[in-house]
């Protein structure tokens, strides 16, 4: 590695559009420390992508667990690295998985909150942890969803949808916090929907690839035209709350 060599934390690393997100990033000369929950089906999926010499770190890590971003942060540490990129990007959707149904009014509450802890303070502890390890410039970028836009709200999705409200909340309000930190770091912390992507979550009937997904996250990670903070954007371009 490089001294100039920029560090992405990506998480939800395994498969979908976070395996597509590593994939972009370590092939524009990233090192990405890839994060996945299942060691061992993480390591079988990037094998093939170090092969090529890519510089990706599997590292394990459960968006539920405040130990696994402490291990993280610990790890980056002792390799005194700090990071440029962190890709909030492990969700679930689970609203359809209990019952069948998506209906609002049979909504288990407690798989609410298990949506929101991944979805949202998954995504909270990793901006927390992560905190002191960022760089001059870095890039937050949470994974959001047009689901979660107050501005089309439909009747379905629940637990998911609020995870996603959340979520840009939290986008909006750690954009103000980390534009006014001491010694003026400019890091900017924006949310980007992917589009209907062909994923385990999408289905094969999504109308996105994974590379059209991934590229408006890789986009807000990466690109110098990156000069706002505390925005939401698909296709390149910010869209309502
Ligand atoms: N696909 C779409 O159409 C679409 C549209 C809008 C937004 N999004 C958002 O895009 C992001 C990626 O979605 P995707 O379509 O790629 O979904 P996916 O194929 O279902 O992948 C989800 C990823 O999140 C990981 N994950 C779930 N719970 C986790 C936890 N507790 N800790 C760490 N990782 C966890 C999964 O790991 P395991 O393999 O261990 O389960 C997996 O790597 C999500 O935030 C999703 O809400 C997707």
């Not at 420390?33 to 510089?55: E, F, M, S, T």
Request: with cysteine; net charge neutral.
């Amino acid at each position: 590695m490089t001294d100039n060599t920029k560090m992405a934390v990506v998480t939800g690393a395994n498969r979908g559009i976070g395996l597509e997100i590593t994939r972009q990033l370590a092939g524009k000369g990233w090192q990405v420390a890839a994060c996945c929950r299942d060691i061992n089906q993480g390591a079988a999926v990037l094998k093939p992508l170090q092969d090529q010499g890519l510089q990706i770190e599997l590292r394990k890590l459960d968006v539920t667990r405040s130990g696994d971003c402490q291990a993280l942060v610990k790890w980056l540490q002792t390799g005194e690295q700090q990071v440029h990129a962190l890709i909030n990007n492990a969700g679930v959707l689970l609203d359809n998985q209990v019952d069948g149904s998506a209906d609002p009014l049979q909504l288990d509450p407690t798989m609410a909150m298990e949506t929101f802890n991944i979805n949202t303070l998954g995504a909270l502890r990793m901006i927390q942890a992560l905190a002191p390890q960022l760089a001059e410039g870095a890039r937050v970028v949470n994974v959001s969803s047009g689901m979660g836009q107050l501005a089309s709200m439909g009747d379905g999705y629940l637990a998911y949808r609020m995870s996603k409200t959340a979520l840009n909340a939290l986008t909006k309000v750690m954009a103000a916090k980390l534009a006014n930190i001491p010694g003026g770091a400019k890091i900017r912390v924006n949310a980007a929907c992917p589009g209907w992507v062909r994923t385990g979550m999408g289905g094969q009937n999504a109308d996105r690839n994974v590379s059209q997904g991934a590229d408006t996250i890789v986009w807000l990670a990466s690109s110098d035209d990156i000069t706002t903070s505390g925005g939401f954007y698909r296709d390149r371009k910010p869209i309502d709350w």
